[in-house]
């Protein structure tokens, strides 16, 4: 079966996913200008987002994957994160950007930011494609944001559901009908 005719409708297009990063890469290489900060992907989720914006991005920078898993079915966050996959480098007195493709209830970043602050980096911020600000239940504040969105489960662009549709270039809600088969 075709993935696409899975989704209910469109919520972003590639063209406009692809501004709106471009748009935060010029920010960040602006705003880190004299600086060499060590951008913190979230996977699986952000892998997409990542690959995009640091073609976007004109200043030196570094690298590195952080992979969590919150203890929980597929819809929702438990507050419970495990950390998979850790750096492979230490973040002491660098300037840190954790980039995340979704932020929602705010376990994960809010767990994932003091978990690295403790670790005794210069600076910590938060970046992330997607936001669903009714979701929150504990307080995160992103620096940098690019869509706030409904409270609706999306795919694409690098989002799953139980792993599929991460390879579609747009974002979109997903039509109820899977979930009732699965
Ligand atoms: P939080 O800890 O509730 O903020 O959840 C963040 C994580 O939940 C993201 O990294 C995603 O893996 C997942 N998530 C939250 N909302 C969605 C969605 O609409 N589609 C796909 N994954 C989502
Ligand atoms: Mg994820």
Redesign the pocket.
């Known amino acids: 079966m075709c993935m696409k005719s899975d989704i209910l409708k469109v919520l972003y297009t590639e063209e406009e996913i692809q501004q709106k990063v471009k748009e935060i890469g010029q920010q960040i290489s602006e705003d880190y200008k004299d600086k060499n900060p060590i951008i913190v992907a979230?996977l699986k989720?952000s892998i997409i987002f990542m690959a995009d914006l640091l073609k976007n991005i004109t200043i030196h920078t570094e690298t590195d994957f952080m992979a969590v898993s919150?203890y929980g079915e597929s819809f929702q966050?438990t507050g419970i994160i495990k950390i998979l996959k850790d750096l492979s480098c230490s973040i002491k007195g660098k300037d840190v950007i954790i980039l995340?493709?979704?932020?929602?209830?705010?376990?994960?970043?809010s767990y994932l930011k003091s978990l690295l602050e403790q670790r005794g980096p210069s600076s910590v911020k938060i970046v992330t494609l997607f936001n669903?600000p009714e979701?929150r239940q504990v307080p995160v504040y992103p620096d940098y944001i690019g869509f706030n969105i409904p409270n609706?489960?999306?795919?694409g662009y690098g989002?799953?559901?139980n792993e599929k549709y991460r390879n579609l270039s747009f974002v979109g809600v997903l039509n109820p009908e899977v979930y009732k088969k699965a």
Do not use: R
Request: a negative charge; aromatic letters at 8%; hydrophobic letters at 35%.
């Open positions: 979230i989720g919150s966050s995340e493709d979704i932020l929602d209830s705010g376990n994960t970043l669903k979701g609706e489960f999306v795919v989002l799953d559901y």
